[in-house]
């Protein structure tokens, strides 16, 4: 079921305003305003080459954009003249206070994971091939063990401190795995899991960080119709269940329809279209950028939208 507010305008838990990234002399996103709300699925799309995958870079500190402001409220609703006096005050973040503020343009992505509490997942699988299951999501905890070991040998010998946070990061850990059933795997090298095990193992193993704000860059390429349903099913709990809001780069249309209740469209860097599912399919901006494409990909996504949508989207002259 979608929601019918728009968190987005409501509660955004991520603000990207005017964000410009240039590369040399390509503009790959141009002066780019969106927001992210607070417990929804917010879907980036767009044409090869639109930009997508280098907002989420400045997103998550990967790129240090060439101008605006990206902030994440962690907890709730601030003022904007509170942002607007953090961005004056030159700092990173608003610390200790009860609805913190991170501008993450000026953080470092290590920051932006440790800190602001924002995870991610890869285009292309990162995970470490050779450890087991349970060790790829033991490792993602690995600083707050480091935190609990006071960054002394409390670790090695055991104290309980360090024994209690490295219990709790093992159920963190045990408990993902159930929910993303590889359970049974978990002593297993994760290079030998099937592909769409290895992606649900990397999302389990970003959320095993605690995130508020998850951003997945294509995580449904390479799935077959079953792990895509999965998948689906995977993402509409973690918003459900455990409040996280989620940020996706998807090409799949089929995903993104079912699962958005908000979507932001991306053609040469500038943002074209911006709302519901609804609204963006049947924007004649979205069906001219997606006629830009080659043939075999506008086949796809009209294909796509066919089988989720069925007459409706043909009746608004769906892409
Ligand atoms: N590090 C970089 N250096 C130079 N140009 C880059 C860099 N990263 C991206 N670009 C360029 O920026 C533009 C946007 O690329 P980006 O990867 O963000 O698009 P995208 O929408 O994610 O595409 P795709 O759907 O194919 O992954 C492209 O022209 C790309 O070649």
């Known amino acids: 079921m ?20 240039r590369f040399g002399g390509l503009v790959a996103v141009d002066d780019l305003s ?7 699925i917010t879907a980036l799309i767009g044409p090869n080459g639109a930009g997508k995958t280098t907002v989420f870079n400045c997103v998550t500190g990967f790129y240090k954009p060439t101008e605006g402001r990206i902030a994440l409220r962690r907890e709730g609703a601030v003022e904007d003249e509170k942002i607007a006096e953090l961005t004056r005050s030159g700092r990173q973040y608003s610390d200790g206070e009860t609805s913190p ?14 800190v602001a509490g924002v995870a991610r997942t890869f285009q292309n699988i990162r995970l470490f091939g050779g ?14 063990l480091m935190r609990a070991s006071g960054y002394s040998v409390a670790g090695l010998l055991g104290l309980p401190g360090y024994r209690r946070a490295a219990a709790a990061a093992k159920e963190t850990a045990v408990e993902w795995l159930r929910r993303v059933d590889l359970l ?40 077959n119709p079953r792990e895509s349903a999965e998948l689906n099913t995977l993402l509409k709990y973690i ?5 996280v809001s989620v940020l996706l780069i998807e090409h799949d249309m089929g995903v993104v329809m079912e699962i958005s209740d908000h979507i932001v469209v991306l053609d040469y860097g500038k943002k074209i279209s911006d709302g519901t599912a609804a609204e963006v399919r049947s924007d004649p901006k979205v069906i001219a950028a ?10 796809e996504v009209e294909r796509d939208l066919d ?10 002259g769906a892409l």
């Open 290 to 299: 997606y006629l830009g494409v080659d043939d075999e990909e506008v086949e």
């Open 101 to 114: 503020v991170f501008l993450l343009e000026r953080m470092t992505d290590f920051r932006i994971t440790e």
């Open 239 to 243: 918003r459900d269940e455990h409040g």
């Open 131 to 144: 450890m087991t299951v349970l060790e790829n999501l033991l490792v993602a905890q690995h600083n707050k």
């Open 307 to 316: 089988v989720k949508t069925g007459p409706k989207a043909a009746e608004g």
């Open 184 to 223: 049974d795997r978990a002593d297993d090298p994760a290079a030998d899991l099937p592909y769409g095990a290895q992606r649900r193992l990397e999302i389990a193993r970003a959320l095993c960080t605690n995130p508020v704000l998850l951003c997945l860059d294509e995580p449904a390429a390479g799935l």
């Open 34 to 40: 969106f927001n992210v709300g607070r417990g929804d």
């Open 2 to 21: 979608l929601k019918q507010t728009r968190n987005w305008s409501a509660d955004p838990v991520l603000s990207v305003e005017h964000l410009t990234m």
